[in-house]
């Protein structure tokens, strides 16, 4: 299941060259993967999955334990080099994938395709995102699930108190370690700048990456005119409604129906 489908000419922005090597330890193990999957798995209708920025596993793995073999798709190397790791050394039922979520196309139906942890948000144009979201509604078969989780705009905003920039830091359990954040707004492009600092024991690691603030709206009009319709809408993923200010993150359900027909 390990083997990874590599293709030319997939455009990789760096997040897995500045993150891979510190990426899962950014997550406290708080039992928020295994929540994150027992809510896809139960939106899964049956049939096999498909993620959208795979990334290293971390939500892939957990999700293969409950509903069977999940498909993969990152254009990190860096990443899939970890995820690849994972999957051999626990047997989950993930296939890597060398891909670009804007175009990958299998020729598959999946009843479940997730895009979760603001991976749709890393891409900057509205029409990349688009095309992702049109892509993954065609990997969609009949009565099929897409969930599409990003950061929420307005707590961004809410945290920058009208500020262009402002810093956090948050603890984490372990002694020692924590993540320091240096935020910017770019309001004019819609964009929000971030350089995050891990501190461990042996060090400081950096890592930054730029977003777009993607709203719920924009999710909503990219998955109608894909032909889905939405299902439900939620601010994290133990099932809290959507709050504008003050929820991390929005998290979109859609269906395909069954009686769809795909446009040309």
């Known amino acids: 299941m390990s083997t990874a489908t590599t293709t030319p000419g997939i455009e990789d ?65 860096e990443m899939l080099q970890r995820l690849r790791a994972a999957v051999d050394g626990s047997g989950a039922a993930v296939t890597p994938v060398h891909g670009d979520i804007r175009t990958y196309a299998d020729g598959s139906r999946y009843g479940l ?38 950061h929420n705009p307005g707590l961004v905003h809410t945290l920058h108190e009208g500020r262009a920039r402002a810093s956090f830091f948050v603890p984490y359990p372990e002694p020692g370690t924590g993540l320091q954040t240096y935020s910017t707004l770019l309001p004019e492009q819609n964009v929000w700048h971030t350089s995050h600092l891990w501190h461990e024991a042996g060090g400081v690691r950096i890592g930054t990456e730029t977003t777009r603030l993607t709203t719920p709206e924009d999710i909503d009009a990219y998955a109608a005119d894909a032909g889905l319709v939405l299902v439900s809408r939620q601010g994290d993923w133990t099932g809290a409604p959507f709050d504008r200010e003050h929820s991390p993150v929005h998290i979109s359900r859609f269906t395909r129906p069954a009686d769809h027909q795909e446009r040309p």
């Open 13 to 77: 922005i760096g997040y897995g060259r500045a993150f891979a090597d510190f990426y899962d330890r950014l997550f406290p193990q708080d039992g928020a993967a295994d929540r994150t999957a027992d809510t896809l798995a139960a939106w899964h209708p049956g049939g096999r999955a498909l993620e959208l920025g795979v990334g290293t596993g971390r939500i892939a793995l957990p999700v293969a334990r409950r509903t069977g073999e999940v498909v993969g798709v990152d254009s990190s190397p």
């Open 113 to 150: 395709v997730y895009c979760v942890c603001g991976t749709l948000s890393l891409l900057l144009d509205p029409a990349a995102q688009r095309a992702a979201i049109a892509q993954a509604a065609r990997h969609l078969a009949p009565g099929g699930t897409l969930a599409v989780e990003t």
